[in-house]
C-alpha cells in the first residue's frame, strides 16, 4: 500500500523559513514529485515540481525564495521555503507519481501540511 507522509510544517512570522518532507513508502520508485498548496478560499495550485532527471519547475511567486529537491533512496522530496510571506499561507500537499510492482506510474498524494505565515 502506497503512502506519503508528509512533515514540516508549522507556524513563522515573515521572513522566516521551513522545511518540508514528503516520504513514499510501498513504492518501487518516484517518477516527478511535487507541492501544492490551497490557501482558505482558493484553488489548489503547483508550488514546485521535480523530475526524476532533476528537472525543477516553479511558479512565478515562489521562485528565488524556495528550493525543491529529491532523494530517490529515500523515495523523499523536500521544499525549503526562505524568505516566507503571509501570502505563502496554506495547507501544503505533496504529490508524488509512482511505480508500483506491476503497474504504470500512478500519482498519489499526501493529506497536507498547514504552514502559516504571521506578518
Known amino acids: 500500500q502506497v503512502q506519503l507522509v508528509e512533515s514540516g510544517g508549522g507556524f513563522v512570522q515573515a521572513g522566516g523559513s521551513l522545511k518540508l518532507s514528503c516520504s513514499a513508502s510501498?513504492?518501487?520508485?518516484?517518477?516527478?514529485m511535487g507541492w501544492y498548496r490551497q490557501a482558505p478560499g482558493k484553488q489548489r495550485e503547483l508550488v514546485a515540481d521535480?523530475?526524476?532527471?532533476?528537472?525543477?519547475n516553479y511558479t512565478d511567486s515562489v521562485k528565488d525564495r524556495f528550493t525543491i529537491s529529491r532523494s530517490d533512496a529515500k523515495n523523499t522530496v523536500y521544499l525549503q521555503m526562505n524568505s516566507l510571506k503571509p501570502e505563502d499561507t496554506a495547507v501544503y500537499y505533496c504529490?508524488?507519481?509512482?511505480?508500483?510492482?506491476?503497474?504504470?506510474?500512478?500519482?498519489?498524494w499526501g493529506k497536507g501540511t498547514l504552514v502559516t505565515v504571521s506578518s
Open positions: 521535480i523530475t526524476r532527471g532533476g528537472i525543477t
Open positions: 504529490k508524488q507519481t509512482v511505480v508500483v510492482s506491476g503497474a504504470y506510474p500512478t500519482p498519489y
Open positions: 510501498g513504492v518501487i520508485y518516484s517518477t516527478t
